[in-house]
């Protein structure tokens, strides 16, 4: 059984930090990308970035670039999405999912469900 767990949302002023997790569990990170989406109110659901176990590379959409680092520790089977510098436009839903293979990133299987930030001005 493959479950994703998002976890640590919360509010927060703009130019602060927050991390957010993600427990897995029923698979190998190794077999699958752990990617992070978000949805904002009355937007639709969009990438923010990925993790690749087999080869511990990430990858960052242009809105977060520079602020958002995504990191893992396997021990825990976590990854972790650190958010830095965060804006107004960071308000959203940020979900945690397992790609369909290791290296597809924003095809998704599994989805988790997700834990609500918001970043007040």
């Known amino acids: 059984e493959v479950q994703l767990q998002a976890s640590g949302g919360g509010l927060v002023q703009a130019g602060g930090s927050l991390r957010l997790s993600c427990v897995a569990s029923?698979?190998?990170?190794?077999?699958?990308?752990i990617g992070w989406f978000r949805q904002a109110p009355g937007k639709e659901r969009e990438g923010v970035g990925c993790f690749r176990s087999f080869d511990g590379r990430t990858d960052y959409q242009d809105p977060v670039k520079d602020r958002f680092t995504i990191s893992s520790d396997n021990a825990k089977s976590t990854v972790y999405l650190q958010m830095n510098n965060l804006k107004p436009e960071d308000t959203a839903v940020y979900y945690c999912?397992?790609?369909?293979?290791?290296?597809?990133?924003?095809?998704?299987?599994?989805w988790g469900k997700g834990t609500l930030v918001t970043v007040s001005s």
């Open positions: 029923g698979f190998s990170f190794a077999d699958y990308a």
């Open positions: 999912a397992a790609g369909v293979s290791a290296l597809r990133c924003y095809q998704i299987a599994y």
